[in-house]
């Protein structure tokens, strides 16, 4: 048998919706918050703007604000990014809600359960070992390569962990690509 793999196989971990907002809610005290449809608030202040991105309670549905600018000069803005904000550009509430300066700033995490898959080929040779694989991440989806390689394989987390190589820690979350070999069973 040849060390170097024979078929090299991608997968791509793909966003199917916005995370949810690990995020305490003021009335109800839920850990949950949504983006839904994902929405700005546009304030003016003279020549100064806020901008913030709304949320919404899963459980009592009140509303709040997460700031992504606070009295910045309207001269300031790329006139494409401020009008994203005035239209609720889907993109521009994506890419506000997954920058972790945000997070940081406004103390909340990203829920990621149900809001990722993964797509894989659908042929697969079991006669040509070992198998290589590439992952590719289009949204910074965090996952530990394991599960995520148990999911795409159907096997077990134990016998991963004894058929796979792979370039990064098993055990470690991760958003960025990475490949893995698969080696032949028993």
Not at 23 to 32: G, H, Q, T, W
Not at 76 to 88: T, W
Not at 104 to 113: G, P, V
């Amino acid at each position: 048998m040849s060390s170097q793999p024979h078929i090299v196989l991608p997968w791509v971990v793909r966003r199917t919706r916005l995370p949810l907002l690990s995020l305490r809610c003021v009335d109800c005290r839920s850990e949950s918050a949504t983006t839904g449809g994902g929405r700005f608030r546009v304030n003016a202040n003279g020549k100064l703007l806020d901008v913030w991105l709304l949320v919404r309670c899963v459980s009592c549905d009140r509303t709040s604000k997460l700031t992504v600018h606070e009295r910045k000069p309207a001269s300031s803005f790329d006139p494409a990014e401020l009008h994203g904000y005035y239209v609720n550009d889907p993109q521009l509430v994506a890419c506000t809600l997954l920058d972790p300066l945000l997070a940081h700033r406004s103390r909340f995490n990203l829920d990621w359960t149900g809001a990722w898959r993964l797509d894989t080929p659908s042929a697969w040779l079991d006669e040509a070992w070992p198998v290589r694989v590439e992952v590719a991440f289009d949204d910074p989806v965090p996952v530990r390569p394991e599960r995520l390689i148990a999911h795409g394989l159907g096997l077990s987390r134990n016998e991963v962990l004894r058929r796979i190589k792979c370039d990064v820690g098993l055990r470690r979350r991760t958003s960025a690509g990475f490949t893995f070999t698969v080696l032949a069973g028993d």
